[in-house]
């Protein structure tokens, strides 16, 4: 089945800094890749994904790239704020399952 | 809209009691599926169900057991509890596989001790 790894497990940039964060996956047939954030309590929510037909997709700070030759996809956050600490999980979705990533924890120093 | 409701939000159970997690979505949605979230393993799939009477295994499926008896409803079941499944769960809804946004409820924090 699909296997998604998450690099790194922590982060930690200064305010109005970029960050990256990066995922492979194993199962070529996966053709779905969602980001989703998580704040403290919550449950995760969708911020950006990216369908297997697609190389890049922005929406205003936050884009999101893949390769689906090398089986990799990232996370890419500019101008960050301190709002965007919290905990981002990448996912792929391949026949009917959606599996995810380990999870990155985004901290914004001010 | 209330969206993905779970029920309870924090439990404690005692090694070998039997208990049900309630899900409840009012969006429609066709799928519905249970993670458990531990510390560096992300969210791992527990079941999921791609429709009223269809019930699948994902990555983690021992001790716990689904039904989906209504479009509306999800319930997942801890036959014994083990230590083991000391965890956050949370579950997820997708109005359909072709759509593929996933909407999750607030989480249930469980403790077996």
């Known amino acids: 089945g699909e296997n998604v790894e998450q690099h790194p497990s922590t982060l930690s940039v200064q305010e109005g800094d970029s960050a990256v964060i990066k995922c492979t996956y194993s199962d070529s047939a996966s053709n779905y890749f969602p980001w989703y954030k998580q704040e403290l309590g919550k449950g995760p929510q969708l911020i950006i994904d990216?369908?297997?037909?697609?190389g890049e997709k922005k929406d205003q700070r936050i884009a999101v790239t893949l390769n689906k030759t090398a089986k990799h996809f990232s996370l890419h956050i500019t101008e960050t704020q301190p709002e965007d600490s919290a905990v981002y999980f990448c996912a792929a979705r391949g026949a009917q399952k959606l599996v995810f990533g380990q999870g990155t924890r985004l901290t914004i120093n001010p | 809209n209330a969206g993905v409701t779970q029920t309870p939000k924090f439990q404690v159970l005692k090694t070998g009691q039997s208990m049900t997690l309630q899900c409840a979505q009012d969006?429609?949605?066709?799928?519905m599926s249970w993670y458990r979230q531990d510390p560096g393993m992300g969210l791992r799939l527990i079941h999921y169900s791609v429709g009223a009477g269809i019930t699948d295994q994902g990555e983690v499926p021992n001790g716990y057991n689904v039904s989906r008896s209504t479009t509306e409803d999800f319930p997942l079941r801890l036959l014994s509890a083990a230590p083991s499944q000391t965890s956050v769960y949370f579950c997820?809804?997708?109005?359909?596989?072709?759509?593929?946004?996933?909407?999750f409820g607030q989480g249930t924090r469980l403790t077996v001790v």
């Open positions: 969006m429609n949605h066709e799928y």
């Open positions: 997820a809804s997708v109005e359909s596989l072709a759509n593929t946004e996933a909407f």
């Open positions: 990216i369908r297997s037909n697609v």
